[in-house]
């Protein structure tokens, strides 16, 4: 399933390690997952997501704040894949929340993988759901063989149209979440005179048919001010906010609108 991010060779495991036929090979780190991003694909030294950003969303995601999107997409998935066989990919998988969840909800022996771009989430992924297989790697060039997966997820996981052509399979199909009109509205009131909403137009994906959408929107009670200070470390509104200003608002507010966008689409033939 593998190919090689220097030459796109197919890569074969030996042991712990992944080699192609031009002898470039790649470790199987002691969590599982094998790193397939070089250093000339790199865009900084570290790339993604930090400890601190990962262990936030992961106690945000682990207080079942989002399960109802969890629940939506493993419904779109698993419901529609019928054989063993089937395999699916979780682009910009983080942490490893949905995909974990999605392989509890998957017909046993289907095949999960995941890759992001942050080497500390994909190690802290791997470690928690052995079954899955990790990797970290670049969205815009993906180190998959054509045609390799039924299903692609991407929760705002940016990607490359050509790339998510190349990999899927003939009628395979892409669940591209992106965040509703609505979504967490109250923080954009807080830090925003005029507020802007996002968009809720159908996005053209080249090479593909939109086949299906659902909304999913609900009031979220804040259990705790942690689980907003959380939230607010995972989005990029959190760098509008002061610290004074901050604590105003974790303090003050008791609810958040949740306004997600669960897109279909299929590859053309």
């Not at 090689?4 to 030996?14: E, F, I, K």
């Not at 995601?61 to 529609?80: E, F, H, R, T, W």
């Not at 705790?224 to 974790?250: G, I």
């Amino acid at each position: 399933m593998y190919i090689c991010p220097l030459c796109y060779q197919t890569l074969q495991l030996s042991g712990r390690q992944f080699q192609c036929a031009s002898r470039h090979s790649f470790d199987l780190a002691k969590e599982g997952y094998v790193n397939l991003l070089p250093v000339q694909h790199k865009n900084s030294k570290d790339p993604g997501d930090n400890k601190q950003m990962i262990g936030a969303r992961r106690e945000f995601l682990q207080s079942g704040a989002y399960q109802p999107l969890s629940d939506a997409i493993n419904a779109q998935v698993a419901n529609a894949v019928a054989t063993s066989t089937s395999s699916i990919l979780d682009l910009g998988c983080g942490e490893g929340y949905y995909s974990g969840r999605l392989q509890q909800a998957l017909t046993p022996g289907a095949e999960l993988y995941g890759i992001d771009i942050s080497k500390a989430a994909v190690k802290y992924a791997a470690r928690q759901y052995a079954d899955i297989r990790f990797a970290v790697a670049s969205a815009y060039q993906l180190p998959f063989a054509d045609n390799s997966f039924d299903w692609v997820i991407r929760v705002y996981a940016p990607s490359d149209s050509t790339e998510l052509q190349r990999v899927i399979k003939p009628q395979g199909r892409l669940l591209s979440v992106n965040p509703g009109p609505n979504h967490l509205i109250e923080m954009k009131q807080a830090v925003y005179s005029e507020v802007k909403l996002h968009s809720d137009d159908i996005k053209e994906q080249p090479g593909f048919t939109h086949i299906q959408r659902q909304r999913l929107s609900y009031p979220l009670t804040i259990t705790d001010a942690t689980q907003l200070d959380n939230l607010l470390q995972m989005v990029p509104l959190a760098w509008k906010f002061t610290s004074e200003n901050r604590q105003a608002f974790v303090k003050a507010t008791g609810s958040i609108s949740i306004d997600f966008l669960l897109d279909v689409y299929q590859l053309n033939d």
